[in-house]
């Protein structure tokens, strides 16, 4: 099944990154990043493949496991990579901080994602 960017790009931000159930957000990394895909964290780590992709997934969840990701744009894509800016929070309440996911996409699926924060909109 072949994904457009912009689908990748949201569903990487919500059903990996904002999933707190380790089976459904194990599923989705299988479903939509290559096995060699690579995350680069702002804070120096990278991630290699399926496993570790999961590994900071499920730690960076856990360390705030109600907050969600809101889109605040629509995905922008150009050619075979994309960005989505976001905020993330706990519902009802001012999100805590944001951030912009750019991705690298082969054949259908991820091959990179690069995290960076950003300043919380006005």
Do not use: C
Request: no cysteine; charged share 25%; glycine share 10%.
């Amino acid at each position: 099944m072949s994904n457009t960017v912009s689908t990748l790009l949201l569903r990487n931000l919500h059903d990996v990154f904002g999933e707190i159930d380790p089976v459904r957000r194990r599923h989705v990394i299988d479903e939509i990043f290559h096995e060699d895909a690579v995350f680069y964290d702002p804070k120096g780590g990278v991630f290699r493949g399926h496993d570790e992709i999961d590994r900071i997934a499920g730690a960076i969840k856990a360390t705030h496991p109600d907050f969600q990701y809101q889109p605040i744009s629509p995905p922008e894509e150009m050619g075979d990579g994309g960005r989505v800016r976001w905020v993330s929070g706990s519902s009802g309440k001012p999100p805590a901080y944001a951030g912009t996911d750019f991705a690298i996409v082969r054949d259908g699926k991820i091959a990179a994602v690069y995290l960076f924060f950003d300043d919380l909109p006005d």
